[in-house]
């Protein structure tokens, strides 16, 4: 899993149709710093996630299994909001 | 997810047989500003994406769960057109 | 599978109920020579590991065989502790 | 699936028993302009490509799907060889 | 799949169970040239490679496959010692 901050949400109106009803939010791959690594992609929030929030995003066949639906057309969500990293 | 823009059709008569039929497009990745970030590659269109649109394209396993076979021989499918990108 | 250094712990009150229980750490991914490769992530441990000590991770579907449950939501997992790396 | 030329031939004797008989090439990831990613990895062509095209390469679990055979080792496969590549 | 050249071994007495038994090394991936390209890893040797050798490495589910059971926990394996590269 990797650390993202929601940065913005996303709309779509013409999509597959298993994407109906899904939030779409944009997310910033960052470090345990909050440094951003320069990666941006799309997540389903199954969290309700906010804005600026910290968020552990999954990607891959896995964000399938986050839905609960083996046939939803995602490959990354947002599976947990983060209250914080202790790093030594 | 990945934000990309459709940047032109790519053809090929001699593939193998389960790619018959499909509208593949040439993508390039974009972050939430419209950048390219320097990938290009190969998606199967499903949503009717047109030149210089900005998309939503999956990867991975997730791609053939798009087509609704699971032994089509793809990997990278267009599954939304995106109308806005709002990022605080 | 990769080399990884565990430097932190994460926590998260609000997340997909499938991680319940689960130990989140923080890793970074290291060469054999524990140099970072600058790749920071999020895995489960299911190994006791502690800080400090350097990892096997698995990443992707594997991940989730790695708890012996189909549908866990985490895409990386610690698998073992490292005794030695011989490399000549 | 990436763009990618065919650049040479790979040998191997010694080898997990499902890969007999296929055809192992070595291939250079390039972009729309064929322009080298340096990218260099090994696909399974199923479609007779020779040395200098340029093909549709799957990548993943997708590429096993190409040889119609769950538990054959690859892990990327050759699909298309492309006739050409209009970008705007 | 990748070109790799075995680099070394690794030892971990604590781990996940089903990765008893298993002979772990690290590779480093190369291109057709053997030049690195900084990616240094741990796969399964299932076709006994030596140090020094150039191998075909699997990634991803494929890799289970290579060990022909689904549950085992790798995401890595060595399956081809390569004999010889042609390249034009």
């Not at 109106?13 to 009803?21: A, V």
């Not at 968020?55 to 057309?73: D, F, P, Q, Y």
């Amino acid at each position: 899993m990797v650390i993202c901050k929601v940065i913005g949400h996303l709309w779509a109106t013409k999509k597959e149709e298993s994407l109906n009803g899904l939030k779409l939010m944009v997310v910033e791959q960052v470090d345990h710093k909050e440094k951003s690594v320069n990666k941006i992609f799309v997540a389903v929030d199954i969290v309700s996630a906010g804005i600026g929030e910290k968020v552990i995003v999954v990607t891959g066949s896995t964000a399938r299994k986050a839905l609960g639906k083996e046939n939803v057309v995602i490959d990354a969500a947002i599976v947990g909001i983060i209250d914080s990293i202790e790093v030594k």
